[in-house]
């Protein structure tokens, strides 16, 4: 069973950065793509970041293009994305998940067998 766990979320500052981790576990970690989604209070989840296995093949939701990075530790069996120039709009629960068969459609939800439990991120002064 493939577990996933995230942690890093917090309060911070507009302006400011935060990293989220995922630890998987219970898995061939190389063998899932991996991706960050969010949901801010009263909206639906949203795709913010996915890699491929290996790290070479990245996207990004337009919304977070050059402030946030996805990358991933095969060797740690980790997934991180840091954050950078939060601000307030970026508040909302951060869940990584797993792919082990990719569709094409990376920005769906229905494409990840497997979800973490979440992390908060509050952006606010």
């Known amino acids: 069973q493939v577990q996933l766990v995230e942690s890093g979320g917090g309060l911070v500052q507009p302006g400011g950065s935060l990293r989220l981790s995922c630890a998987a576990s219970g898995c061939t970690f190389s063998s899932y793509a991996m991706v960050w989604f969010r949901q801010a209070p009263g909206k639906e989840r949203e795709f913010v970041a996915r890699t491929n296995w290996s790290g070479g093949r990245r996207y990004y939701a337009d919304s977070v293009k050059g402030r946030f990075t996805i990358s991933r530790d095969n060797a740690k069996n980790a997934v991180y994305l840091q954050m950078n120039i939060l601000k307030p709009e970026d508040t909302a629960v951060y869940y990584c998940?797993?792919?082990?068969?990719?569709?094409?459609?990376?920005?769906?939800?229905?494409?990840?067998?497997?979800w973490g439990q979440g992390t908060q991120v509050t952006v606010s002064s």
């Open positions: 998940a797993a792919d082990s068969s990719y569709s094409g459609r990376y920005y769906a939800e229905d494409e990840y067998d497997y």
